[in-house]
């Protein structure tokens, strides 16, 4: 067995079912070993988008993702997909191919620096573990670290860099013995308390979910203290869905293109007590760090990163841990605590009343030309409810944010951590292969269709039947939305000619149909295509001048860039 065998066979034995990536003479040795594997290799058309589909199959499965390049500009293309792994803490390895030993400091072709392996401190600055295996015998070793980082504690991304001829040396033994997980179980059990009795005895409390939360897998707990203490819950804009928006409690998203009922209990009504579970307080999930969150008497904040507790905002009460082992715990001290079985204090009732209020009464917008809202709308109602739907980056992510009515937890997913355009349209052919039958919808504007849409093709040689929702508006909208609410001229345009996605998705080999009119995306024409299982590609052209609700991000831009 050599060095590249027993990386395969580790990743084998720890039922990784894809690799995604695209081969160059580098990797071959990888190649040879994954060859002799069950294990299916997806090759995507760029390596952005193999990194993409790593980190699309990882949030979809809740398992590791993994992706590979050739060494040199194969790793680096793969940086931008590995970074937003990082950004938003899915569990990833990344397996670059390198030159052998002996040609380093020589200028062989790609490779990197005079030390040939800079492109190892390049990734340690996007991953939690990034290192080059020199020694064939360390190769088992460090394989199963790189698993255990990425999968420990916050997960996230990790990187080893292969030299060829290290992969092509002999191993003796079996050097891929499974390798555990270490994970936080732990809490601090005084804090737990605490947050207990404040939670017991507040009037206007209110629940913060983050995208920790999503990454515990915490849904079934989230509702269940939502529910037996009658608090609102708003979630994180990337944690959308996580208590179903239709519930009772449900606030909807807070932040960036967040529903206007979480603005008016949290931020225009005051809220003493605020429980923060897995949030870090990012720019998006505050609207620019807005200081009237702080609550008026206490913040409980979860994290199982220490780091994030209290960041943002200051934390009365910080307790480090994963977010359903604190919950569950945190359940378990409530009902010590409080003999009643349930809390009814008409906080559901409040949120009823915002939500009646604020509920303008559902224009039907059936006008031309298309309206992203109405597009949204058609979407929600024609698709599955279980449909796992990634948005992109731009207002096509705005719009998705407040329209879609997520019902089922796992649904929504955003690189916002990062926010690259042209996440989705890749993430979600990797995202598809672990959503089985559920159908897989990318919601991507045309800007960033353009730069990561290739991988329909991808799609199209593996049977990967995604459904690419474009939304067409010729122009970086958010973008020239953005600067149109600031009053900024157009320097580096955001404007562009019209492209014909229709026929760009044919000559990839997907299906392709243009929308143009309100009500045209139905049940029946969803259904079929969903029947039909091939990839898909609907070219909605949508209203250019509709306004998205992105004023809060001009806001802070102008904070943040001034
Ligand atoms: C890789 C990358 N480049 C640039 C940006 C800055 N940016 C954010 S949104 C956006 C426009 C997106 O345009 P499009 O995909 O057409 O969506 P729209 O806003 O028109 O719905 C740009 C340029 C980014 N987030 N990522
Ligand atoms: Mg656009």
């Known amino acids: 067995m050599n060095a590249a065998e027993v990386i395969v066979g580790s990743l084998e034995k720890h039922e990784v079912e894809y690799v995604f990536g695209v081969p160059g003479g580098a990797i ?81 072709v790609q490779e990197f620096s005079v030390q040939s392996f800079g492109i190892v401190s390049i990734f340690r600055q996007v991953t939690k573990y990034s290192d080059i295996i020199i020694n064939e015998t360390k190769a088992g070793e460090m394989i199963a670290r790189a698993r255990r980082v990425a999968l420990s504690g916050r997960k996230g991304p990790v990187h080893l860099n292969l030299p060829a001829d290290i992969m092509k040396r002999q191993v003796a033994g079996d050097q891929h013995e499974r390798c555990s997980v270490t994970q936080v179980m732990g809490f601090d059990r005084e804090s737990v308390k605490e947050a207990a009795k404040l939670l017991l005895s507040v009037k206007r409390p209110v629940i913060v979910a ?15 203290l939502a529910e037996l203490l009658d608090i609102p819950v708003a979630t994180s804009p990337k944690a959308k869905g996580i208590l179903s928006e239709s519930h009772p409690l449900s606030l909807g998203v807070l932040g960036f293109a967040g529903s206007p009922v979480s603005k008016e209990y949290i931020i225009k009504r005051d809220v003493d007590v605020m429980l923060a579970i897995g949030t870090s307080f990012n720019e998006w ?29 200051f934390a009365d009460v910080g307790i480090a841990g994963d977010a359903r082992i604190v919950l569950r715990e945190l ?55 279980d449909t796992v739907y990634f948005a992109d980056n731009g207002n096509s992510m705005a719009w998705a944010i407040r329209y879609l009515n997520i019902t089922v937890p796992y649904s929504f997913y955003v690189g916002l951590g990062f926010a690259s355009m042209g996440y989705a349209a890749a993430a979600a052919v990797g995202g598809k292969l672990a959503a089985g039958k559920r159908p897989v919808v990318a919601l991507v504007g045309d800007g960033s269709f353009l730069m990561n849409g290739m991988e329909v093709a991808t799609a199209v040689n593996y049977k990967i039947p995604v459904i690419w929702v474009i939304m067409n508006n010729s122009m ?33 080999g997907a299906r392709g149909i243009r929308i143009t009119k309100p009500g045209e995306i139905n049940r029946e024409m969803m259904s079929e295509i969903i029947l039909a299982g091939v990839p898909t590609v609907l070219d909605v052209i949508i209203d250019p001048e509709a306004v998205p609700p992105i004023h809060s991000r001009i806001t802070t831009l102008e904070k943040l860039y001034t």
Not at 210 to 224: H, P, Q, Y
Request: with cysteine; hydrophobic share 35%.
């Open 285 to 313: 999930g505050t609207n620019g760090w807005d200081k009237s969150l702080q609550p008026t008497k206490s913040l409980i904040h979860i994290d199982i990163d220490c780091n994030e507790i209290g960041k943002n905002y």
């Open 210 to 224: 983050g995208w920790g939360t999503v990454l515990a897998r915490a849904d079934v707990e989230l509702r269940e």
């Open 476 to 508: 970086l909208g958010m973008v020239y939305h953005g600067r149109k609410l600031a009053g900024i001229p157009e320097g580096i345009e955001s404007t562009f000619k019209p492209v014909d996605f229709v026929k760009l998705a044919e000559g990839y």
């Open 331 to 385: 359940i378990y001290e409530l009902h010590r605590k409080n003999k009643r079985k349930k809390v009814r204090d008409g906080r559901s009732k409040e949120v009823q009343e915002i939500k009646e209020k604020l509920t303008i009464k559902s224009r039907k917008l059936n006008n031309m030309p298309y309206h992203p809202q109405r597009l949204i709308m058609d979407l929600t109602t024609a698709m599955p409810v």
């Open 28 to 108: 071959e040795p990888l190649n040879n070993a994954l060859h002799k594997s069950p294990i299916k290799v997806i090759v995507a058309k760029h390596e952005a988008g193999a990194a993409f589909m790593a980190d699309g199959y990882a949030r979809v499965s809740g398992n590791i993702g993994v992706c590979c390049s050739t060494a040199g500009p194969g790793a680096t293309n793969m940086i931008t997909g590995v970074a937003s792994s990082f950004g938003d803490s899915i569990p990833v390895i990344a397996l670059t191919g390198q030159v052998s030993t002996s040609m380093f400091g020589k200028g062989a």
